[in-house]
């Protein structure tokens, strides 16, 4: 099994401590997003996971964890996102150059084939323009292309929630003009690039589609020829591979506006209350009458 922890979630920025009691335990409770009442018991042992995929905008927090997950006999890497907004779009992160330091404090740990950078999503607004991004993203390359071997890019998809934020799409025009420079810069930084879940084909500019949960860079971590389908319960243009998350909704503090993960301030104050680092469950505990 490949586990996610998690697109739904911040897990290593905010939730830890409730991981590695989970490892221990050697299993986790999680709801279906789409049905509350269906529970699933996930196995949690090394024997039963064959890699851990961490998705992260803030490492920092979780570093002290490492040598415990080391030492337990975890294979893992990490999604870790850095993009260079502000806190019009990004709120809750830190500032981004103690961010750079934490992440090539990252990849100089575990290495470049266990750290994958996420330039995502790349949003186009007064601020914000294609000049300022292709000047950032020559930046970060420079600074990280020593910790990792690839960038995963995605524009900015408009998801319900969104559609009263403000943002926008990216034209068409605007995607033909980005593609290329980025292609070009992470080339010459000896970054491979990719995209993620990109409904237009970047081929053409030397971008390939991504794979998250990449069988590939999971074979080369772990010396195995892994095996799995591809996940369905996905976007159609993504090119994951089936894995199991074990994050909860609304229980994310970094409050970036293009967030498909989180509703509101409210209900992520209320939901944290909830979160006991103890319980099986990231979000609540089992109640009277519910089955596993």
Known sequence: MILSASRRTDIPSYHGKWLINRLHAGYALTRNPMNLRQIQRVPLSPQSVDCIVFWTKNVTPFLPYLEEIDSMGYAYYFQHTLTPYGTDLEPGLPPKEKLLEQVAALGSRIGPDRLVWRYDPIILTPRYTIEFHLHAFENYCQLLSSYTDEVVISFLDLYKRLQKSGLREAAPEEIRLLAPGFSQI?????????????????SPYGIERGSCIDLQRIGRITHTAPRAQKDAGQRPHCGCSKSVDIGAYNTCLNGCR??????????????????DPHSPFLLGQLQSGESV
């Open 186 to 202: 992470a080339a010459s930084h000896h970054l491979r690039i990719r995209a993620c879940s990109e409904e237009a084909d970047l």
């Open 258 to 275: 293009y967030c498909y993960a989180n509703y509101s301030a409210a209900s992520i104050r209320r939901n944290l209350s909830q979160c």
